[in-house]
C-alpha cells in the first residue's frame, strides 16, 4: 500500500545546480500537488496539476518546474537552486481538488549550499 | 486575504491534562476544513474533516469543532504519544488549500 511515494528523501545540492524531486502516486488521483515547509510558515503550494497534461503555478512557483505526463508521476524541477530553497518538500495527492482528502508523502528534504 | 492562523505556537501539556488547539480563518466560501497530525521528519497524516458551522468529528481522544471562524481541536486526557504537530488546511471556493503554521504538542508522561 505504497500510496504517495518521494525519492529522494535528503539532498544537498551547491548554489546553481539542478535537480529533480520525484513524486509517483498508485491511487488514480487526478490531483497532484507539491508543497514545500518552512519554519513558523506552513504548508505552502508551489505547482498543482489536475489530470495528467494540466499544471498550473500555487503561491510560490518561481524557480521551479513541473509537469504532469501521466496520472501516476509528477516531478518537480529546480532550475538553478539557491539557497531561499532550503526546505522540506511535500508531493500531495487527491482524487479530486474540491473538498476531498489530501494525502502526503514522506517529505523530501533539500539543502541548498 | 485568505489567512489560516493557529495558536498556541506551542503547547505542552502532563499527561491525562485535556486542552484545546486553536484554528482560525479568514476566508470565504468555505468548503472544508481539515486536520492533520504530522510528526518529526514525516509527511502529514489525515485525522478530519469539518464541513460546516455546528459539525463535530471524533477519533480516539480527539474531537474536532467548527464554526464559521474557527475550529478547536480539544484533546482529551492526552499521551504521550499523542505529542506531535498538528496543522489546519481550508479549502475554499476555486482555491487550492491553505494550511496553518501548526501548533507543536509535547505530552509529557
Known amino acids: 500500500n505504497a500510496g504517495v511515494t518521494q525519492t529522494p528523501k535528503f539532498q544537498v545540492l551547491k548554489t546553481g545546480q539542478s535537480m529533480t524531486l520525484q513524486c509517483a502516486q498508485d491511487?488514480?488521483?487526478?490531483?497532484m500537488s507539491w508543497y514545500r515547509q518552512d519554519p513558523g510558515m506552513g504548508l505552502r503550494l508551489i505547482h498543482y496539476s489536475v489530470g495528467a497534461g494540466i499544471t498550473d503555478q500555487g503561491e510560490v512557483p518561481n524557480g521551479y518546474n513541473v509537469s504532469r505526463s501521466t496520472t501516476e508521476d509528477f516531478p518537480l524541477r529546480l532550475l538553478s537552486a539557491a539557497p531561499s530553497q532550503t526546505s522540506v518538500y511535500f508531493c500531495?495527492?487527491?482524487?479530486?481538488?474540491?473538498?476531498?482528502?489530501?494525502?502526503f508523502g514522506e517529505g523530501s528534504w533539500l539543502t541548498v549550499v | 486575504e485568505d489567512q489560516v492562523t493557529q495558536s498556541p505556537e506551542a503547547l505542552r501539556l502532563q499527561e491525562g491534562e485535556s486542552s484545546s488547539l486553536n484554528c482560525s480563518y479568514t476566508?470565504?466560501?468555505?468548503?472544508?476544513l481539515f486536520w492533520y497530525r504530522q510528526d518529526p521528519g514525516k509527511g502529514p497524516e489525515f485525522l478530519f474533516t469539518?464541513?460546516?458551522a455546528g459539525e463535530e468529528k471524533e477519533k480516539e481522544r480527539l474531537k474536532a469543532t467548527l464554526t464559521k471562524k474557527e475550529s478547536f481541536l480539544h484533546i482529551t486526557a492526552p499521551k504521550p504519544e499523542d505529542s506531535a504537530t498538528y496543522l489546519c488546511a481550508v479549502l475554499h471556493y476555486g482555491q487550492n488549500f491553505v494550511f496553518g503554521p501548526g501548533t507543536r504538542l509535547s505530552v509529557l508522561p
Open positions: 491511487m488514480n488521483h487526478e490531483y
Open positions: 500531495a495527492s487527491s482524487s479530486g481538488q474540491s473538498g476531498n482528502t489530501i494525502y
Open positions: 469539518l464541513y460546516s
Open positions: 476566508v470565504s466560501g468555505l468548503r472544508g
